[in-house]
């Protein structure tokens, strides 16, 4: 299977505490996006990722919140100091950026997490 | 501004029956349209798209056409099925995707 791997599925972290998440894209995907969900809402845009370049940070998005793409290829994110608000679904995705905006988004399963 | 409005849900259906949610959009340009699905316990897989005005994207007898005039996608299915129950999202492209809130269809026996 060469779809986008999300790890770990589920986290539930005390508050106050770091989690971090790991994205593997479709290998051969230049472009890698992350996204939070929360119940009945649309994908939010957080962060995405050109090769190992950051081009955009939603401006949203608190300070606790980091993402790396280090070589290129995985991505992590991390989220210091965790509130409970953070609790959600955090969605990773890759396409293959072509130079026009036609490359769909291809998403994988995600990692819920909840901050208790 | 840069959005994504969807008609809101839930929405039930008898099985057969016609479908159509509707999706509208705001934006600078002209940018490229997309229907994603979410079955239950799964992540968002892409539905149909739509790059340029007048397109029709379509995939497993749903349709959307990218209506310039009206900045709309509406997805339509002419017989929805059981199977079809899902949580649907529009989307449309800019710097990053942007997203609808979704729409929740069951379809009933």
């Known amino acids: 299977d060469t779809g986008v791997s999300q790890d770990p599925r589920h986290k539930i972290t005390k508050r106050g505490q770091n989690v971090t998440f790991r994205c593997d894209p479709i290998s051969e995907h230049n472009r890698l996006y992350w996204y939070r969900q929360t119940l009945g809402q649309g994908p939010e845009f957080l962060t995405y990722?050109?090769?190992?370049?950051?081009?955009?940070k939603s401006r949203l998005l608190s300070d606790r919140f980091s993402a790396e793409r280090p070589k290129g290829s995985f991505s992590t994110l991390e989220i210091q100091r965790t509130e409970q608000g953070d609790s959600a679904m955090y969605l990773c995705?890759?396409?293959?950026?072509?130079?026009?905006?036609?490359?769909?988004?291809?998403f994988g399963n995600g990692t819920r997490l909840t901050v208790t | 501004g840069n959005s994504v409005t969807q008609m809101e849900g839930p929405v039930t259906l008898s099985e057969e029956a016609f479908l159509t949610i509707n999706c509208t959009y705001t934006a600078t340009g002209y940018p490229s349209l997309f229907w994603y699905v979410q079955y239950p316990g799964e992540g968002l897989q892409l539905l149909l798209k739509a790059t340029k005005a007048d397109d029709k994207g379509s995939n497993k007898g749903f349709e959307a056409t990218y209506r310039k005039e009206t900045t709309s996608f509406h997805l339509e299915k002419g017989s929805v099925q059981v199977s079809d129950s899902a949580v649907y999202f529009c989307a449309r492209t800019g710097n990053q995707f942007y997203f609808g809130t979704g729409t929740s269809l069951t379809v009933i026996p």
């Open positions: 990722f050109q090769n190992e370049a950051q081009l955009e």
């Open positions: 995705a890759s396409s293959p950026y072509l130079g026009d905006s036609s490359s769909p988004l291809h």
